[in-house]
Nanobody
């Protein structure tokens, strides 16, 4: 089992960038977990954004955000990141990190989420 805590959300203006962090706690090494990012906007279903393998070698980014987001990790810090650029009001959502047990978008453990609000 792994515990995940997101941070870095907030209120930003459209066109700006934001970096989200997800810090993990587990008895197993963080590098043993594939992890990813999802988001859920009000009134919408949860949406997969990106995933990264345990070593960080493999990544997968959803077409909906490709070109605007980068996923990366620092296993020495037990932390994964989501860099989001050129934010749009439609990016407003609660962002969740999760451990991935079915590549790339099937998750089994979730953080509690961090709110991102993009103003126009």
């Amino acid at each position: 089992q792994v515990q995940l805590v997101e941070s870095g959300g907030g209120l930003v203006q459209a066109g700006y960038s934001l970096r989200l962090s997800c810090t993990a706690t587990s008895e197993r090494a963080f590098s043993e977990y594939n992890v990813g990012w999802f988001r859920q906007a009000p009134g919408k279903e949860r949406e997969f954004l990106a995933a990264i393998s345990g070593t960080g070698i493999a990544t997968y980014v959803a077409d909906s955000v490709k070109g605007r987001v980068t996923i990366f990790r620092d296993n020495d810090k037990n932390t994964m990141y989501l860099q989001m650029n050129n934010l749009k009001p439609e990016d407003t959502a609660v962002y969740y990190c999760a451990s991935i047990n079915g590549w790339p978008d099937r998750a089994n453990y979730w953080g509690r989420g961090t709110q991102v609000t993009v103003s126009s």
